[in-house]
């Protein structure tokens, strides 16, 4: 076990990365790590003392099984700077811990009558569409299957969306549905606890409290406890929602840059600077991204 101090373990590091998971990390076709630069670029980050953490949807045990192994087995340090936080901020855990480690926050976890509100849509002609992830412990998702191109589930998301706005109207369950018109019904007390949000290969159901900004705050709680901030943040996403982010980064009066790795239009400018990458795949993109930064470290740029 080394003993000896990381790089920046006790003065500022020159960036951190806040990095979506879908799309920017993993592909959104296979699920998983498909360029194998994405790895050793981010262990050699991480073990210069960079902070790092993953800021997802995805659950803690999607992390613990697809990201955190291919980063051990190329040589992450133990005493890396590295967090992940799952379901939008309902869920984290450092790499530092035991394999399998997770942290839940039960005050943004949704009531299990949820699921089993979509448990009988699946068993139509949804259910060769998209499934329930099971290992979900805060949110509830239905994830695009394997078998079935992306074209085709997008063309019955909208229906599957709106059969499940109907059955959380009819079990009295207020919510809002994250578009830009953000339809939205309250419940018997006029509020709208749960939000439901459309990704490129999922429909999220969370918590009204759960997003990229809770994710974002989590995180910077996890680095508080093991080092000092960066000068400047790099938040990297593939969806007009990882913008949340940068935003509460900078709300809380951070120096941050948004890396958009699909290049999705925004509606309104936001107030910090924004790169725009769409001349190849997310993930490619942000091999592209990592590597500048690893030559920005070494001294190479």
């Known amino acids: 076990m080394p003993t000896a101090a990381l790089p920046f373990a006790s003065t500022p590091a020159p960036f951190g990365l806040l990095l979506d998971v879908d799309g920017p990390i993993a592909n959104t076709v296979t699920r998983t790590i498909t360029v194998g630069s994405i790895v050793t670029d981010l262990v050699a980050l991480a073990n210069t003392g960079v902070p ?6 995805r659950s803690a045990d999607f992390l613990w099984r697809e990201v955190v192994p291919p980063l051990r087995a190329a040589g992450l340090d133990p005493r890396a700077r590295l967090h992940a936080v799952g379901e939008k ?7 530092t811990e035991p394999a399998g480690a997770v942290h839940v926050d039960e005050s943004v976890c949704l009531p299990t009558v949820v699921a089993e509100l979509v448990r009988p849509l699946l068993a139509g002609r949804y259910g060769a569409h998209m499934f329930l992830d099971e290992t979900k412990l805060a949110m509830v998702s239905l994830e695009q299957a394997t078998a079935v191109s992306n074209d085709a589930y ?4 909208g229906d599957f969306e ?45 918590h009204e409290r759960s997003g990229k900004a809770l994710g974002a705050e989590r995180a910077l709680e996890l680095f508080a406890a093991d080092g000092p901030g960066p000068h400047r943040w790099y938040t990297v996403g593939d969806t007009p929602s990882d913008y949340a982010m940068a935003d509460w980064l ?38 592209r991204f990592l590597r500048e930064r690893v030559e920005e470290i070494s001294g190479t740029r």
Do not use: K
């Open 162 to 206: 709106a059969e499940l706005l109907a059955a959380l109207t009819g079990a009295g369950l207020g919510w809002i549905h994250e578009l830009y018109d953000r339809r939205s019904h309250p419940d018997a007390d006029g509020a709208t606890p749960i939000r439901v949000e459309p990704t490129i290969i999922s429909t999220d159901v969370q």
């Open 89 to 95: 901020g309902g869920t984290w855990f450092s790499c």
């Open 250 to 287: 900078h709300q809380h009066g951070h120096d941050v840059v948004h890396v958009d790795v699909r290049a999705v239009p925004r509606r309104d400018d936001p107030p910090y600077a924004v790169v725009l990458v769409d001349d190849v795949d997310p993930d490619l993109a942000t091999a």
């Open 52 to 57: 790092i953490a993953f800021n997802t949807g």
């Open 154 to 157: 997008l063309r019955v998301q």
